[in-house]
Nanobody, 128 residues
Framework: QVQLVESGGGSVQAGGSLRLSCAAS????????MGWFRQAPGKEREGVAY????????YLAGSVKGRFTISQDRAKNTLYLLMDSLKPEDTAMYYC?????????????????????WGQGTQVTVSS
């Protein structure tokens, strides 16, 4: 079965950087839209970025554009989220998600229920 395992979270000061990883296993990595979501306490889950597993440059939500980068290593079936210039408002649990599809659509980030597979999350805490 599909397994997604995130790692790389931690505590950093504002302005710092972290790189999250999501190791995917149990399925062929092709033909999936791979995404990153985050959820802060008391808030709804928010879509951050996605990339099509078959290749492409990815898409970033406006709140993180210019600071975050989504990438993947298809040989390792691993998804990454490089987070630079972190702000206290980036503090959240970050989740990796996958949706079986031949493409990605930006509006899917608004609907976490459309994504069929989720990791357990990794905590990111940014202090001011």
């Amino acid at each position: 079965q599909v397994q997604l395992v995130e790692s790389g979270g931690g505590s950093v000061q504002a302005g710092g950087s972290l790189r999250l990883s999501c190791a995917a296993s149990g399925y062929a990595y092709t033909n999936y839209c791979m995404g990153w979501f985050r959820q802060a306490p008391g808030k709804e889950r928010e879509g951050v970025a996605y990339i099509y597993s078959g290749g492409g440059i990815g898409y970033l939500a406006g709140s993180v554009k210019g600071r975050f980068t989504i990438s993947q290593d298809r040989a390792k079936n691993t998804l990454y989220l490089l987070m630079d210039s972190l702000k206290p408002e980036d503090t959240a649990m970050y989740y990796c998600a996958a949706r079986q599809s031949g493409f990605c659509v930006s509006t899917w980030l608004q609907y976490p229920s459309l994504w069929g597979y989720w990791g357990q999350g990794t905590q990111v805490t940014v202090s001011s």
